[in-house]
């Protein structure tokens, strides 16, 4: 069981979102002791929230514990912002990463310090291991479900009243420990929408802050005029579906991609095949969060990702004096996207589970 979840009468706040992970772990902790408390936030302007809030109170009243429901507009906001500003910079967000940090593991933790909670809990699939007094951030047990990639963020102090209690459990283990318990949303289906959007498509959200619509789609290889796009934040660096592109174009029949965006022109950039614009040689991230600190060497060598799933990859890591960083990869990375996060990864640590080294956003591409 996760490192911390073995110790009784303590107090945990486990943060309830309807779903069937939030659930099981409030399950497990009440039946190994704890005093739980669970909070469900709410966005007040989503309709379709109200499912999950009838799911939560369901459970708490199953069992028996306290229920907080409060709603989290202004917390979200800053989430929101994010989006649409990354995307009007012609950057391709990574709104979950931003959420953990400033709504999940800011506000949440928040509540749990105010009713004298020892610890606060979620669903994620990750893992804690505590070292000499320094919290580290490990992949989980069930590594199709890790998540550590979207926690790359977390500080210190919040890895040190974090648990993670299904970090060393798979998702169907997950399943069949509601299934037994009889949990009504046990079978219940996951939701892989952007979850501040509510039932807005994404494409219609972002449109209302998109400020140049139209433009034209060049080929990057011969400079031609290809097509038109509909505005540049509805595409990211790769897609391949949706350009509009007719057959008529190009010289090789091949599908065309999407391989750079220029705001200041608006002008999308597109290329035929598996072209070489697409690979890149290495990144740069200004703003990178080590855990649980920064390296004593300015250089090394551990394994990254570059999108959420990504098998590991090899890489060499060098932070400048600045405090950037440059990982450069092994192997030529395809599609690589700014405004997207490097992860990085280690196995130095005495566990069978690779820990999270930190993360940062992707500022810059190279090409060598």
């Known amino acids: 069981m996760n490192n911390k979840i073995s110790e009784n009468k303590k107090t ?12 099981v ?3 497990l902790l009440v039946k190994a002791g704890y005093d739980v408390v669970g909070l469900h936030m709410k966005n007040a302007t989503e309709e379709s929230e109200v499912e999950d809030e009838k799911f939560v109170k369901s459970l708490a009243e199953k069992l028996n514990i306290k229920l907080k429901i409060v709603e989290y507009s202004d917390e979200m906001q800053i989430v929101k912002d994010y989006f649409v500003k990354e995307y009007q910079a012609g950057r391709t967000p990574n709104p979950c990463v931003i959420c953990n940090k400033q709504v999940k593991f800011k506000p949440f933790l928040e ?8 610890y606060f809990a979620t669903g994620h699939y990750a893992n804690i291991q505590e070292k000499n007094g320094k919290y580290y951030l490990k992949k989980a047990e069930d590594e199709s479900k890790d998540q550590s990639y979207f926690l790359n ?9 974090a648990m993670f209690p299904l970090g060393v459990l798979t998702k169907a283990e997950v399943r069949k420990i509601a299934e037994e318990n009889n949990l009504i949303m046990a079978n219940r289906s996951e939701s892989y929408d952007v979850c501040f959007l509510g039932s807005t498509k994404f494409k219609d959200y972002i449109m209302q802050f998109e400020n140049k619509g139209e433009g034209k789609i060049v080929d990057k290889q011969t400079g031609k005029v290809v097509g038109k796009h509909t505005g540049l934040a509805k595409y990211t660096i790769g897609q391949r579906r949706g350009l509009g ?10 599908g065309w991609f999407v391989t750079d965006k ?37 250089k ?28 450069e990869f092994n ?18 640590l005495d566990s069978k589970y690779d820990y999270c080294l930190g993360g940062g956003t992707i500022d810059k591409v190279i090409k060598y």
């Open 331 to 348: 192997e030529r990375q395809r599609a690589i996207t700014i405004g997207q996060y490097v992860v990085l990864y280690s196995t130095d």
């Open 245 to 254: 592109i007719g057959g008529g174009h190009g010289k090789t029949g091949e």
């Open 153 to 161: 963020s977390l500080s210190q102090s919040q890895l040190k009243k």
């Open 25 to 27: 772990v409030a399950l």
């Open 300 to 327: 090394f060598a551990c394994k990254a990702k570059f999108r959420y799933r990504q098998p590991d990859q090899d890489v060499m890591v060098k932070v400048n004096d600045d405090g950037s960083v440059l990982v």
């Open 262 to 298: 220029d705001l200041k022109t608006n002008t999308l950039f597109v290329a035929q095949g598996d072209a070489n614009e697409l690979y890149s040689n290495a990144l740069i991230s200004n703003n990178f969060n080590f855990i649980p600190e920064k390296p004593t060497q300015n």
């Open 111 to 118: 509540f749990a310090e105010s009713v004298g909670a020892d």
């Open 12 to 23: 945990v706040v486990v943060g309830l979102s309807g779903g069937v992970d939030s659930s």
